[in-house]
């Protein structure tokens, strides 16, 4: 009897080691635990960086940290845009299993001011380190919720995600705060205003003129009155509504408290060197963990004096060296401080770059490279493929290169590694810990599958078959580009996900990365022998990753993603929201 509980014990336990979470191949390194310097880029496309091919851009500090670390060739966000991106980075998982995603064609939070974001339950990397003992820090952008209910409950705000320290954009960088011809929110509600009140003023005309020709007795002269004044609001509205998005939404906050609103574009970059600096030399006797998330490179391409008109891209060129100066920067202050050694730095992208940033004749989007489509595209390469390096003097091999599927999420299980916490057992993480592929001791990323959404919608899959090396892509889902023949969904901000604007493909499309990264060439059974195999091998692994999927709330969708002017922040009294405490500090 004794004899049978005992290998039903090691039955139990090789089951368990079979289904749970996989241990890292090696234990975490000798010797202290590292400082952790993560930089994400907005909106950059991984065509823009030297070291992934681009020769007429200059990103010399990008390039050196992978000169003298690992790049990864084959690193993917877990979504198209900002918010899922980032959640799926933060947590490890993705953005369905936390709700951070529509099923109504809202992308990201809207507002500053709605419901939605982050919700409290979920763990971040901040969280665990924090717990381990690590200084927690974010400067730049955040574009995860800010509160629920009120305005100061700050229920998703980054110091209740495992930040002791935050400065920067609450909402995120776009072009409204400038005021561009290009705008996301801006010109939709101006044209909105135009025409209601157009219809308000066309209603009072013909009221006034029914009663002054006795033609229309019923109605009072006091419902003239009123519509009139609410055709004048909604004329002031439309005339202040780019005013009143800069104030709601272009703020900077540090904690808990408004610094700057509306922020003063022009004088963010330095504000932001100057935090990061701060941080790390009162954080230098360690550990620390610092995630600088650049407003760089999204529009308005917000660029000083210095750097405009230096590159042969325009703005958006202009932006991205701006962008890989500040990364020098900071990486000095690493050397000047001793701490690059001791320190593992990371270096990203949120997605890919925005093709249909088009405005005139002038592009103000990135470039993806070979990558087909781009920012917004569920499934093709361009919105999803981005840089990955990391750099760590002494632990990690320099130069090295690694063609292997890696994801965002990877980040959460390597640094909770790296902190010596333990990756939470309660819910499903998505994220492999990188650290033995990084070294060199394992040969493949323990990434089989990858699912590819776009909002709450699966749209592609890639399965990596090791023993052959080929990564194959599955679509089930894209979108249509508009005009027939084009790369992208031009005279809209992004492609659909769902909708008459998407085909669905019956069989799938199939395509063999490792021959085709660029997408170009559709596989059938007539040209690949292992057509049936792959596409019944990829549907039995998607079926098998939704079994695990439970339903939460969509935290995008308009219930939680419609602004409510009972959340707005404001340093001053409703809707007179104006200050500058940098410059009182200054």
Not at 136 to 152: F, N, Q, R, Y
Not at 342 to 354: A, I, P, R
Not at 375 to 385: A, N, P, Q, V
Request: a neutral charge.
């Amino acid at each position: 009897m004794l004899r049978l509980e005992h290998s039903w014990s090691w039955l139990a336990l090789a089951v368990a080691a079979l289904l749970g979470p996989k241990p890292s191949a090696c234990g975490p390194p000798p010797g202290p635990r590292p400082n952790i310097l993560l930089l994400m880029a907005d909106d950059l496309g991984i065509g823009d960086v030297g070291c992934y091919g681009n020769s007429t851009l200059r990103t010399p500090n990008i390039d050196r940290l992978a000169a003298d670390g690992v790049r990864l060739t084959q690193h993917l966000a877990a979504a198209p845009v900002c918010t899922p991106s980032r959640a799926a980075f933060l947590t490890g998982r993705y953005p369905l299993r936390s709700g951070m995603v529509s099923s109504q064609g809202l992308r990201v939070l809207q507002w500053t001011a709605v419901s939605g974001g982050l919700p409290p339950s979920e763990i971040t990397f901040a969280k665990i380190l924090k717990a381990k003992g690590y200084t927690t820090g974010l400067v730049g952008k955040w574009h995860l919720g800010l509160s629920c209910a009120s305005p100061d409950d700050h229920c998703h705000h980054p110091l209740n995600h495992g930040f002791d320290h935050f400065y920067g954009m609450p909402f995120s960088m776009m072009a409204d705060c400038e005021r561009w011809g290009l705008s996301e929110k801006r010109a939709v509600l101006e044209r909105r205003l135009d025409v209601c009140s157009q219809l308000v003023a066309l209603a009072t005309l013909t009221l006034t003129i029914g009663k002054l020709t006795r033609l229309i007795l019923a109605a009072s002269w006091t419902l003239v009155i009123w519509s009139t004044v609410v055709c004048l609001l909604l004329f002031a509205t439309s005339c202040l509504v780019g005013a009143l998005i800069e104030h709601a939404d272009c703020f900077l906050m540090r904690n808990h408290s408004i610094a700057q609103q509306p922020m003063r574009s022009q004088k963010t970059m330095p504000l932001i060197l100057r935090e990061v600096s701060s941080f790390i030399k009162r954080n230098k006797q360690g550990p620390f963990l610092l995630f600088v998330s650049f407003l760089h490179v999204h529009t308005p391409l917000v660029t000083t004096e210095n750097f405009r008109g230096r590159s042969a891209h325009g703005l958006y060129g202009d932006n991205t060296e701006e962008m890989d100066w500040m990364v020098g920067q900071i990486l000095e202050t690493l050397d000047t401080e001793g701490l690059t050694n001791s320190t593992l730095v990371y270096f990203t992208s949120d997605h890919g770059g925005s093709l249909e940033a088009q405005f005139g004749n002038n592009q103000y989007g990135g470039w993806n490279g070979v990558y087909k489509g781009g920012k917004g595209m569920g499934g093709w390469e361009g919105g999803i493929r981005v840089p990955g390096i990391f750099r760590w003097p002494g632990v990690l091999p320099a130069g090295r290169v690694i063609h292997e599927p890696t994801s965002l999420m990877d980040v959460f299980p390597t640094l909770v590694h790296l902190a010596g916490g333990q990756v939470p057992q309660d819910r499903v993480v998505d994220g492999r810990d990188l650290l033995a592929l990084l070294q060199g001791t394992a040969r493949h990323s323990d990434h089989e599958f990858l699912m590819h959404y776009c909002e709450s919608f699966l749209h592609a899959a890639r399965w990596h078959q090791r023993d052959r090396g080929a990564v194959w892509k599955v679509h089930f889902a894209t979108p249509v580009f508009q005009p027939d023949g084009a790369g992208a969904c031009y005279g809209q901000a992004v492609c659909p996900c769902s909708g008459d604007k998407v085909t669905h493909h019956i069989p799938p499309l199939l395509f063999d990365l490792s021959r085709d990264p660029s997408e170009a060439h559709a596989l059938t059974p007539d040209t690949e022998p292992s057509f049936h195999v792959v596409v019944e091998t990829v549907a039995r692994a998607v079926e098998a990753h939704r079994r695990t999927l439970s339903p939460v709330p969509l935290q995008l969708d308009a219930a939680d993603n419609t602004w409510k002017p009972w959340l707005q922040p404001c340093c001053g009294r409703f809707p007179f929201c104006w200050c500058d405490r940098d410059a009182d500090s200054r």
